[in-house]
């Protein structure tokens, strides 16, 4: 049975999440991007460099953390 998260630990992921969400917002002005799937990859792999995980997140959590789906032909 998975553990469930109690209150403290779920403030704390949404506070991971909005800082991970307001970082892409700032990538998106400085790279003049729209903000879509292939513009959250982008960001991932820039954020995730050599096969390192972001705040805990791979690759592709992170796309679908922040563009809600995935780049055509991604997997």
């Not at 991970?20 to 513009?39: N, T, V």
């Amino acid at each position: 049975m998975p553990k469930k998260n109690s209150t403290n630990e779920k403030y704390w992921d949404m506070r991971k999440k909005n800082q991970i969400k307001e970082e892409y917002e700032a990538y998106l002005q400085e790279e003049e991007r729209r903000s879509g799937p292939d513009s959250a990859q982008l960001f991932a792999i820039k954020k995730i460099a050599g096969g390192n995980d972001y705040h805990g997140l791979k690759e592709r959590d992170l796309i679908l953390l922040l563009a809600g789906d995935l780049p055509y032909m991604y997997d």
